[in-house]
């Protein structure tokens, strides 16, 4: 690492950055950030959405939570989820109807009645926003986990992208943080394989110029499309830092780092939270790396951490 970024997450400009670094980094007991808390639900772009908010319709149409994509009832959970901005009332109703509104029968999250295919991005997206907004532990989440692990355990050749037509690795890099979602204590052991078939598939692939194009400049929010930070973070928390790949992605992560030791937005994501300019260095984006190499190098290299 260049220059120390950490200082510069801190600031209150953007509330949610200071409060995933205060977690994270300096590893502060969720109890003793009740303050920052009240800060997120308080900053202005949260107080914007949740003024734009529909008591039937959300953010988008009752009868389909996708529309809009990211500025849709879908896309707007996703990025308070990504933003770990408390629940609210309307954001609580609004993820739960998602059961009926964009759930089909199986279990699978998808834009319309899904075919063979999993729709990897939108069933690992749900999973993340469902256990977010306090549904995962509905049996309608359940049933998601399952078919998803299902898929990537028992019948691979499913996991395609009926829009792609083929592999599509952002895709199981939303399936891969979905998963990851569930608290570890309460993951099944089928729940385990299934993140390590999907770390190993996205590791053993990089490198390869058909599945390294998948990958977007880097963005937060995200909507359905990843990049490489997120790719990295993701590998990280699975456990598979130690894989022998992992040090090219790694690499990779480093050169996108400035000589501040920030890394850059590269490109908008059009959401409501989307408030970082591009091309500027990113406090969500620099916590996220940050927050990688730690993982990557051990929390004795951390000097912020807690005692």
Known sequence: MTRDPVPWLLDPINPSARWLTLRDIFQRPVAELG???EALLAWAPVQTLMAQADS?????????????????????LYALA???????PIAERASESLFSAGQSADGRFALSTPGPQIWLCYTGMALQILWHFGWGEDPRTDAARAILVQIINQLPARLTCPLVGDRCAPGEAKALAGLLSIPAERRKAADNDAIAKLAERLLTQFGKQEQDSQWQPSNFPRYYGSDIIELTYL??????????RFRELLQELLTLQTAQGRWCKDRGSGGYLDVEPVYQPSRWLTWQ??????M??????????TP
């Open 35 to 37: 303050r920052e808390r």
């Open 235 to 244: 590998l990280a928390r699975a456990g598979w830092h130690t894989h022998p």
């Open 296 to 305: 990557v190098y051990g929390q004795a290299e951390n000097p912020y951490a």
């Open 82 to 88: 990504q933003a770990d901005v408390p629940s609210f």
């Open 289 to 294: 790396a940050v927050v990688t190499l730690i």
């Open 56 to 76: 039937h319709n959300f953010w988008s149409r009752a009868t389909d939570p996708y529309f809009g994509g990211p500025l849709g009832t879908f896309g707007t």
